[in-house]
């Protein structure tokens, strides 16, 4: 999408000066970055600039200075109190290559845009820093004012469609002097056509003309409208967009909203899934009716990327019905990583990262294993960074999933096969009306494969705790009946063994879930906890206070808690695609899979089992739900008692197990040479 920033409207006209957009923008006076929220403090580097709020999400740093001599710097934010390492990375450039962000290069009076990742808002951090996080050093700082009122852009609706192609998502009044206009499209054939503004009810040649976002009055060239990324911040000068092709005569642009109507019947996913719509006015109608449990849900909206389907970016809906409750439910979902929501980032309900969820239940049904719920959306909801706007002509690339709720009653990991893997595409001003091939009454139900029998250990004192792969319909699932997010812990090599620890010895966990924050889908630090869930990180501090934590976390002098089993990443990821469908035993599923591990250095947790520690205790997340197992928990003397019966573990047998047999071959052997020798005299 191209977005285009209209600014530096000529002075001594001001947006609410347009009766066009009159009453709402005040004025500013010049020039006009956003809510100044101060200056830069130097500690090293020559640090300097300043700081200003454009919007609830992004930040402008005004004459920006550093000798980029830091080994391992980067703008950084958190919620501390003070910049700690307990802050994560703002990635600048924000559109880099490969996995790690850049290491922030040297400055000389910039101006710089920063976007908070992972649908962080100003409110949720209390500092920005530039900060090496080699050594931990804060090389400058500014501290957002507690009663800083962030603005709040204002939205139009799109252009009016009349000639060469034009058109846009909504229109946003970021300030008094700038319009942004995201993903304009304009077919560049007028020979002298400009961005013009003026008062009265419709554009006449008594206009003003106005700078693009290069500042420049040139005739405007054509605009493709993809191929870029949408990274304007809403200030009045310096953002930088191309703008490619050749231009034009003089075009009044107006703004107009559409009204479409139209109604379709599709089938996804195996045709479990039946979607039916109907454009009303400036909001949709959706229908979605699917062979589903009641523990699980169904998710349809919009893809995250155009002509494919793709979760990150996504926008959908989550409807359920309640089993506990008999009440059903539609839920507003944005997607900013793969990994479960954890109340800042993931698959998350809108209204848990800070949005709205606009999606109104209509009604619902549930008969015969088939779940129908009616809603409706908004077609464009004004929420620029969680929802997407549907639109009102054309294909747009959909994506749909079945999955587990978890006990949030939140969306949690679907298997493969449970989601669209193909380039679907939807026409939401379609007027044709198919019917479905097949009645959702006549599908069968399937029965699952084998599940395999847990893994237990007993004996062992070291466990390497590792990320992989849930196995499917045969593993976490099935084993602990609880939802997975795909992902489950791995205790020397055994998808959630059961172990079992006695009271008063000491066991080590080596720890390789990762250890970068700011990559919430390969951060797993390991704790034990008294927790059937897991996830005291992502919990507010009155859930928080439901857990007893018995190893992997600390709490600052702040009182705020931390995690210290946090090591580098290793995951067993599959050779090709899951076979655990395919896979009788857990040992030919391992043969599918091979060992990755990012570098670094593991982390080690240390733990004395209490005396007075309960019997069933769980190695749980710090930051996900759900992806530990059971810690069986005995007094002293259980486990030689119990290994001394040459016990298997796991379907291996453990060091004493083989250590009691090597002594029965032992003792055997030698009756049975007494017996030779006597038969022999």
Not at 1 to 26: A, E, H, Q, R, Y
Not at 370 to 390: C, G, Y
Request: include cysteine; proline fraction near 7%.
């Amino acid at each position: 999408m191209i977005p285009t920033v209209i600014n530096n409207i000529p002075k001594k006209t001001d947006i609410s000066d347009i009766i066009l957009f009159s009453g709402i923008c005040g004025k500013h006076p010049e020039p006009y970055y956003g809510r100044k929220i101060g200056p830069l403090v130097q500690f090293g580097h020559g640090i300097s600039g300043t700081a200003y709020a454009v919007d609830e999400s992004t930040i402008f740093i005004k004459g920006f200075s550093y000798d980029g001599t830091g080994p391992d710097a980067f703008f950084w934010v958190g919620n501390s109190p003070r910049p700690s390492p307990e802050g994560i990375i703002i990635p600048y450039p924000e559109d880099y290559s490969g996995r790690e962000p850049p290491v922030l290069g040297a400055h000389n009076k910039s101006d710089i845009i920063l976007r908070l990742p992972m649908g962080k808002r100003i409110r949720d951090i209390r500092w920005l820093s530039v900060w090496c996080r080699r050594f931990t050093v804060d090389f400058g700082e500014v501290f957002i004012p507690p009663n800083l009122e962030v603005p709040k852009p204002r939205v139009l609706p799109e252009f009016k469609r009349l000639a060469h192609g034009l058109r846009s998502d909504n229109i946003s009044i970021l300030d008094a002097k700038t319009f942004y206009i995201p993903n304009l499209h304009y077919d560049g054939a007028g020979p002298d056509a400009y961005f013009w503004v003026g008062n009265g009810t419709e554009p006449t040649a008594y206009g003003i003309k106005v700078p693009n976002e290069m500042e420049s009055l040139e005739p405007l060239r054509g605009v493709p409208g993809r191929g870029y990324r949408d990274t304007a911040a809403g200030l009045p000068h310096r953002i930088r967009h191309r703008l490619v092709g050749r231009l034009v005569r003089p075009i009044y642009f107006s703004v107009e909203l559409h009204s479409l109507r139209g109604g379709i019947i599709l089938e996804f996913l195996d045709k479990r899934l039946q979607v039916r719509w109907e454009l009303k006015d400036d909001h949709v109608e959706i229908t979605l009716s699917a062979k589903m449990g009641e523990d699980q849900y169904v998710a349809f909206g919009l893809s995250g990327a155009t002509n494919k389907p793709q979760m990150v970016g996504g926008d959908v809906i989550v409807a359920y019905y309640n089993s506990d409750t008999g009440t059903f439910h539609a839920e507003d979902y944005y997607m900013s990583h793969t990994a479960q929501c954890d109340g800042k980032s993931g698959v998350c309900p809108d209204e848990r990262v800070g949005g709205r969820n606009d999606v109104t239940l209509l009604s619902g049904e549930r008969k015969n294993g088939i779940t129908t719920i009616k809603l409706q959306r908004p077609l464009k909801t004004n929420e620029a960074i969680h929802d997407q706007p549907i639109p009102m002509e054309g294909e747009v690339s959909v994506i749909a999933a079945f999955g587990p709720l978890n006990a949030r009653k939140e969306a949690n990991a679907h298997a493969a096969m449970d989601k669209t893997t193909d380039d679907m595409r939807i026409d939401f001003s379609h007027y044709d009306d198919h019917q479905c091939t097949i009645s959702l009454d006549d599908l069968a139900d399937e029965n699952g494969p084998k599940p395999w029998p847990p893994a237990k250990i007993i004996g062992e004192s070291t466990f390497n705790a590792r990320i992989g792969p849930t196995g499917g319909k045969r593993g976490y699932t099935i084993i602990t009946g609880q939802p997975s997010w795909g992902i489950a812990w791995y205790l020397n090599d055994l998808l959630i063994p059961e172990i079992t620890l006695e009271r008063g010895q000491t066991y080590s966990f080596i720890v390789e879930g990762g250890d970068d924050s700011s990559n919430p889908a390969r951060y797993h630090p390991f704790y034990i906890t008294d927790s059937r869930e897991g996830g005291f990180g992502q919990k507010p501090p009155h859930e928080q206070q439901k857990q007893k934590v018995f190893a992997g976390v600390a709490y600052d002098h702040e009182g705020y808690p931390y995690p210290t089993a946090a090591g580098r990443y290793c995951e067993w990821a599959h050779k090709s695609v899951d076979k655990s469908a395919e896979s009788e035993t857990f040992q030919q599923y391992m043969e599918t899979l091979r060992l990755e591990c990012d570098q670094g250095e593991p982390a080690y947790l240390n733990w004395t089992v209490p005396m007075e520690a309960p019997d069933l205790l769980y190695y749980q997340c710090y930051t996900h739900n759900n992806l530990g197992w059971k810690i069986n928990i005995v007094d002293p003397g259980y486990i030689s008692e119990h290994t001394n019966n040459g016990q298997v573990i796991g379907g291996k047998l453990n060091s004493s197990s083989f250590l009691v047999l090597t002594v029965i071959s032992s003792l055997v052997l030698t009756k049975m040479m007494q017996l030779k020798k006597h038969i022999i005299l």
